[in-house]
């Protein structure tokens, strides 16, 4: 398998640098082309990002192999530009298929090597970040504090974006474990900055010799979180 054509899935989950790590693959759409990497356009929504947003969607929603639109166009993207040997492929929304869905990838991508990517952050963390996120939403105020928030709905802890037991055996049942590529979020372990440790689990050699996104983080908000809390 050593000369077989790759495909890198960033799975997210949501929380963990995702936009950041898009946006990285958008601006160096053609630096990762030169180096025979394809950011597929297929299955995008928004042009800021390289996020094929449509492949999660779908996969999540439909259940009928014609709806799969998304799917089919990156299969016949990758096929059809046929140069760049391995691909890049990214949606947060993918960490909420079930194993049937997963193995609809597992079908269309069965002649390429397949690795799963993505990073592991503390879950308290992650929760403090999504809170951030919709107090800064104009159209909706969590109500109460922090604490509150946290309580309000205990079914989101079986929620893949922090159950990751959930998460990795559900992508690792259909992969195998030794093709889930992962790192924590944290700074101590990330290599370089976060889209730099990202190429390097898409085994992108040089990866410093790319243009640094900006960082994507939602910080806005901090000081009136630490108001409410």
Known sequence: MMNQRKIYIHIGPAKTGTKTIQRGLKIN???????????????????KYASQFQLGYELKHFNHLEDFHA???????IQREGQPKHTILSDEFLRKLDPDKIREIRKAFQDFEV????????????LQSHWIQEINNIFYLPPGNIHTYIGMD??????TFV???KLIQNWGAVFGRDHLRMNVLEREQVRGNLFQDFLMLCDVKNPDRTRVPPDEHESRGVKKLEVMV
């Open 71 to 77: 799917l089919r166009a990156i299969v016949e993207e």
């Open 115 to 126: 690795f799963i990517v993505m990073y592991l952050r503390r879950q308290d963390k992650i």
């Open 29 to 47: 759409e053609q630096r990762l082309r030169r180096r025979n990497y394809l950011c597929p356009q297929s299955g995008r929504k928004f042009n």
């Open 163 to 165: 159950n990751y037991t």
């Open 154 to 159: 205990a079914s989101r802890y079986s929620d």
